[in-house]
């Protein structure tokens, strides 16, 4: 599993790229500290996760193919009110740093009764 516990307790903010964090905005910065890659700032992720462009992205249109077994560094898209709106960061183990307007940064497990229903799928960043 990925340590990644310099990251738990970054506040929440929507849109928010620094010093606090949307969901993607955390993936972001995650992507670009541990790995060296700069994931775009496509037109959906300017703020929290659109709709739209999780629809881009489950459509393979943008740089995340879709893959059936998560490793560490993928990411899961979720679906919340409804809506793949939602995106974490797979540590391995069915464990996710994420970040949410109701919880800072933070490892859950994307197993949990509270997201297990709600994993729309996992993709690996392909760029």
Request: proline letters at 8%.
């Amino acid at each position: 599993m990925i340590d990644v516990t310099e990251y738990i307790g970054l506040p929440f903010e929507p849109g928010g790229r620094g010093p606090r964090y949307d969901c993607y905005g955390l993936l972001r910065r995650v992507y670009a500290e541990r790995l060296g890659i700069a994931l775009p700032e496509h037109a959906g992720y300017s703020a929290t996760l659109t709709p739209a462009t999780a629809a881009m992205i489950r459509a393979g249109l943008v740089d995340w193919q879709p893959v059936s077994e998560p490793e560490p560094w993928d990411a899961v898209l979720l679906l919340v009110d409804g809506r793949p709106n939602h995106i974490g960061l797979v540590l391995g183990d069915g464990w996710m740093l994420h970040t949410t307007r109701h919880k800072d940064a933070c490892i859950e497990s994307y197993r949990a009764p509270q997201w297990r229903d709600r994993i729309e799928g996992f993709y690996k960043w392909s760029s």
